[in-house]
């Protein structure tokens, strides 16, 4: 994989995240969302793993390090120094191995999260300049820290969410004061908030045909190119102060999700484990399931059925009359909902007994 540059604006209330070919500045790829989008991803995507490899991309780094320096040393023996030292295993300088590994490594920070792929192009970076500038590895420890530093966005995040943008907050409390409030949650936590630098251009340009913008001519937007993690985190969060994004939990999963325009709705649109059922759907049904309970008309529907279905066990009715019956109602019902008949002329129907006999009109 060619080292790239990851370009980030928010236009109109999207989020763009652009991988760029620095040699020539042409677009590569690009990731646009509604502006929160990647927050609530980096929240609930597993990162387990990319804690996990950050130390190992470090031990990579160190051991390519090593035996690179190991055989420039090694050069300097003489042959019967060589054949001693590899005869007792001591010169295995490969290197490939290493590499190879550490550019898997790189695939799957990339492939976890868009926040996740400045270490995949760190790492491209420190291949790229190894294998073809000839330059030796170096900071292979400040790598393997750096998973205490993602550790610390997400947390970052979240408490960011909870302070400024969750919709249950006062509406009261102005923006500034809810900011102060998520500052005061990071101190003690080795987080310091820093806006990031950054520079104004028009984008997206034109020619880039894959756009989801409402307008596609280029606008004057505030860009970063960022560095690390944290200019990610602080980029966004101003963005979406700015533009007062709004955040719910959800019902049903209980996880936050981005709210669009002024609709406060209360489900998300995650899939279900192992259905092809969202939160919305479920949410949807259970709506209608308490309105339906709440309905006079379905709970007078509801009443009745039960008592002439309990007739089938008492021998009064046959299930045949008891079908034929059910299937009256439910057109005696929707006449109602349709505001055919009333509800009190749809409860004397019920209770005529009419529907054994097909009446469907009220006398």
Not at 3 to 18: A, C, N, Q, S
Not at 181 to 190: A, E, P, S, Y
Not at 221 to 227: A, D, L, S, T
Not at 288 to 313: F, G, M, V
Request: glycine share 4%.
């Amino acid at each position: 994989m060619k080292p790239f540059l990851i370009r980030l604006y928010v236009k109109e209330d999207t989020e763009v995240f652009e991988m760029i070919n620095p040699t020539d500045d042409t677009l590569v790829s690009r990731i646009s969302n509604p502006l929160g989008t990647s927050f609530v991803d980096l929240l609930y995507c597993n990162s387990s793993q990319v804690y996990d490899d950050l130390p190992k991309a470090g031990s990579l780094l160190k051991e390519i390090q090593d035996k690179d320096y190991s055989k420039q040393i090694f050069e300097n023996y003489t042959e019967n120094e060589k054949a001693q030292l590899t005869k007792a295993g001591k010169a295995d300088f490969d290197v490939q191995g290493d590499i190879d590994a550490l550019r898997h490594l790189s695939d799957s920070f990339l492939d976890t999260h868009i926040f996740y792929s400045l270490y995949s192009m760190h790492l491209n970076d420190v291949l790229t300049d190894y294998t073809e500038k000839k330059k030796p590895i170096a900071d292979h420890q400040a790598l393997a820290e750096s998973r205490f530093s993602a550790s610390a966005m997400k947390k970052a995040v979240e408490a960011f969410i909870f302070n400024c943008l969750d919709i249950s907050i006062d509406k009261a409390i102005p923006m500034h004061k809810r900011f102060e409030q998520f500052i005061k949650t990071l101190k003690g936590k080795d987080i310091q908030f820093k806006i990031p630098d950054s520079e104004y251009d028009f984008y997206p340009e034109k020619g880039y045909g894959d756009t989801q913008f409402k307008n596609d001519d280029p606008s004057l937007c505030q860009v970063i190119y960022p560095k690390t993690m944290e200019d990610i985190v602080y980029y966004l969060m101003v963005q979406q102060l700015n533009l007062e994004a709004r955040y719910n939990q959800c019902k049903n999963c209980g996880k936050y999700f981005v709210l669009s325009g002024y609709k406060n709705t209360e489900y998300c649109d995650r899939a279900i484990d192992n259905t092809d059922k969202t939160c919305k759907d479920i949410g949807a049904i259970t709506t209608y399931r308490k309105r339906k309970e709440q309905d006079p008309i379905y709970l007078a529907y509801n009443k009745s059925y039960k008592t002439k279905n309990a007739r089938i066990r008492y021998g009064k009715i046959t299930r045949e009359m008891f079908a034929e019956w059910s299937k009256n109602a439910r057109i005696m019902r929707d006449k109602c909902q349709n505001h055919e008949i009333t509800l009190e002329q749809f409860v004397y129907w019920l209770e005529s007994d009419a529907g054994f006999h097909g009446v469907l009109e009220i006398k």
